[in-house]
T-cell receptor, first 112, second 112 residues
Framework: KQEVTQIPAALSVPEGENLVLNCSFT??????LQWFRQDPGKGLTSLLL???SQREQTSGRLNASLDKSSGRSTLYIAASQPGDSATYLC???????????WGLGTSLAVNP | SQTIHQWPATLVQPVGSPLSLECTVE??????LYWYRQAAGRGLQLLFY??????ISSEVPQNLSASRPQDRQFILSSKKLLLSDSGFYLC???????????FGNGTRLTVT
């Protein structure tokens, strides 16, 4: 059974730091992995989707990597800003979008 | 560009009352549509999934039902709410072939 874990559950950093958020999964047979951002009381915003054949995807200051063999994905945020403060969730696609397995998220606080 | 609208943003309903939450998508045709519930500390739970008009898959047996009367309209309903139905409900859409999910802003439902 696929399980997705995000550690740490919460993270607080000063503005300007480069940081890495982790997502681990137990079954390497995945179609893709998606990273989302959620602001308090709001819906989720899609950040990056990495196909199983890809190693990484980049969007602006965000870079997501995927290592299926080790069951890990990382979301790298460069030069963090207070506006990056949010909860970041990863979801593993185990067959189709009906079978997304979700992590519980990492709550990020970037302090000015 | 595609947009998703979900309303209302907040709702307080007494136990035993009916429920109707509505979601509409603009700027795309034949989307896959989803209803999720998010509970604190428990992650996202897929409730219903639809690949087309009148086609609804229920992922979790419960007090709720869903309907898709039009291509880009998805409705979550209940005839009689329970206290346990309280939560944050999110509508989402995606294209075909495991493309990214896009979420609405959610509805905070409190059953009293």
């Amino acid at each position: 059974k696929q399980e997705v874990t995000q550690i740490p559950a919460a993270l607080s950093v000063p503005e300007g730091e480069n940081l890495v958020l982790n997502c681990s999964f137990t079954d390497s047979a995945i179609y893709n992995l998606q990273w989302f951002r959620q602001d308090p009381g709001k819906g989720l915003t899609s950040l990056l989707l990495i196909q199983s054949s890809q190693r990484e995807q980049t969007s602006g200051r965000l870079n997501a990597s995927l290592d299926k063999s080790s069951g890990r994905s990382t979301l790298y945020i460069a030069a963090s800003q207070p506006g990056d403060s949010a909860t970041y969730l990863c979801a593993v696609n185990a067959g189709n979008n009906r079978k997304l397995i979700w992590g519980l998220g990492t709550s990020l606080a970037v302090n000015p | 560009s595609q947009t998703i609208h979900q309303w209302p943003a907040t709702l307080v309903q007494p136990v035993g009352s009916p429920l109707s939450l509505e979601c509409t998508v603009e700027g795309t045709s034949n989307p896959n549509l989803y209803w999720y519930r998010q509970a604190a500390g428990r992650g996202l739970q897929l409730l219903f999934y639809s690949v087309g008009i009148g086609q609804i898959s229920s992922e979790v047996p419960q007090n709720l039902s869903a309907s898709r009367p039009q291509d880009r309209q998805f409705i979550l309903s209940s005839k009689k709410l329970l206290l346990s139905d309280s939560g944050f409900y999110l509508c989402a859409w995606s294209g075909q072939y495991n493309s990214p999910l896009h979420f609405g802003n959610g509805t905070r439902l409190t059953v009293t």
